[in-house]
């Protein structure tokens, strides 16, 4: 069973741009959740999806931004690139079923950084 | 709010040796907690996960330990290899908060040969 894939691997982008990251979780996983990591800051929540429905959010400005798609993948984006967000976003997926006890399973991440 | 703290932050050992890593966290009302390993640069790999109901949870060398009333776990990590050079981060889950994991800063392992 194939692992949980993030596009694109590697991003570089200008201050005030956008970008959109994409995730998609390992098959009959039904919960995809980012997260942020910096040296600074380490691991960081952002959001929780789960039935194409935001289920849990983390403490980041209304910048960032994510959905769920009917087949479980996921997109982030950030809007209005602040150099601040070069990070390695990382994406995880949970069968999130009566057996699964909510195991995450994370991406090899997106690298982006902001110029 | 749930607040992760992992000691020591890093640790240098030589090839061999049985160590202990600490994780603590301050909410007891956990779901479960998960145990990772990180490369640089790259994903985070599941080591093990403890479920809130249970002590302790074994893969191959490694055991992980849990006291939730306590609020602490460990990871033990027996006769250490160069391979198991990396970060080590553990993750609480909380009850109410599932799918959302709260990390520490993670113990960075050097396993010298």
């Known amino acids: 069973k194939a692992g949980v894939t993030q596009t694109p691997r590697y991003l570089i982008k200008t201050r005030g741009q956008q970008v959109t990251l994409s995730c998609s979780p390992i098959?009959?996983?039904?919960?995809v959740s980012w997260y942020q990591q910096t040296p600074g800051q380490g691991l960081q929540f952002l959001f929780e999806y789960f039935s194409e429905t935001q289920r849990n959010k983390g403490n980041f400005p209304g910048r960032f931004s994510g959905r769920q798609f009917s087949n479980s993948r996921s997109e982030m984006n950030v809007s209005t690139l602040e150099l601040g967000d070069s990070a390695l976003y990382l994406c995880?997926?949970?069968?999130?079923?009566?057996?699964?006890?909510?195991?995450?399973?994370f991406g090899p991440g997106t690298r982006l950084t902001v110029l | 709010k749930q607040e992760v703290t992992q000691i020591p932050a890093a640790l240098s050992v030589p090839e061999g040796e049985n160590l202990v890593l600490n994780c603590s966290f301050t909410?007891?009302?956990?779901?479960?907690l998960q145990w990772f390993r990180q490369d640089p640069g790259k994903g985070l790999t599941s080591l093990l996960l403890i479920q809130s109901s249970q002590r302790e949870q074994t893969s191959g060398r490694l055991n992980a330990s849990l006291d939730k009333s306590s609020g602490r776990s460990t990871l033990y990590i027996a006769a250490s290899q160069p391979g198991d050079s990396a970060t080590y981060l553990c993750a609480p889950q909380g009850s109410g908060n599932t799918g959302k994991l709260i990390f520490g800063q993670g113990t960075t392992l050097q396993v010298k040969p």
């Open positions: 098959s009959g996983h039904r919960s």
């Open positions: 909410d007891s009302a956990i779901y479960n």
């Open positions: 995880a997926s949970s069968l999130d079923g009566p057996r699964s006890y909510n195991e995450q399973f």
